[in-house]
């Protein structure tokens, strides 16, 4: 699956076989995989505590799947991540100007 090696990297389910994603994928659909991971990616990272047996976790999550009220969508949580970035950005590029500004001094203005 293409977007395995990216969603896996550095998560708790990096020890889930392809078989089992793909058993996983047919059994519930794509789109409840993902939700369902992300929601147990999430969670992890809010309570990093072993999980024994990631694929269970993860099928038992897609069959009753609820959605935490905390929960924000991926998608959403890229916008502000991009948004914050953005920001960044501009707020280095001020000081980029500012010191420019400061470097050339009171005559450049005629």
């Given at each position: 699956?293409?977007?395995?090696?990216?969603?896996?990297?550095?998560?708790?389910?990096?020890?889930?076989?392809?078989?089992?994603?793909?058993?996983?994928?047919?059994?519930h659909g794509l789109e409840c995989l993902l939700q369902?991971?992300?929601?147990?990616?999430?969670?992890?990272?809010?309570?990093?505590?072993?999980?024994?047996?990631?694929?269970?976790?993860?099928?038992?999550?897609?069959?009753?799947?609820?959605?935490?009220?905390?929960?924000?969508?991926?998608?959403e949580r890229k916008k502000a991540a991009d948004r914050?970035?953005?920001?960044?950005?501009?707020?280095?590029?001020?000081?980029?100007?500012?010191?420019?500004?400061?470097?050339?001094?009171?005559?450049?203005?005629?």
């Amino acid at each position: 699956m293409y977007w395995l090696s990216d969603f896996t990297a550095n998560s708790i389910f990096i020890n889930i076989s392809n078989k089992e994603l793909h058993a996983l994928e047919k059994r519930h659909g794509l789109e409840c995989l993902l939700q369902a991971a992300d929601i147990a990616a999430e969670t992890w990272r809010r309570n990093p505590e072993e999980r024994h047996n990631p694929g269970g976790y993860l099928n038992t999550l897609c069959s009753s799947l609820l959605v935490p009220k905390w929960y924000v969508p991926f998608s959403e949580r890229k916008k502000a991540a991009d948004r914050s970035h953005h920001r960044k950005k501009i707020v280095e590029a001020g000081c980029i100007v500012k010191a420019a500004w400061r470097g050339i001094g009171q005559n450049w203005w005629p």
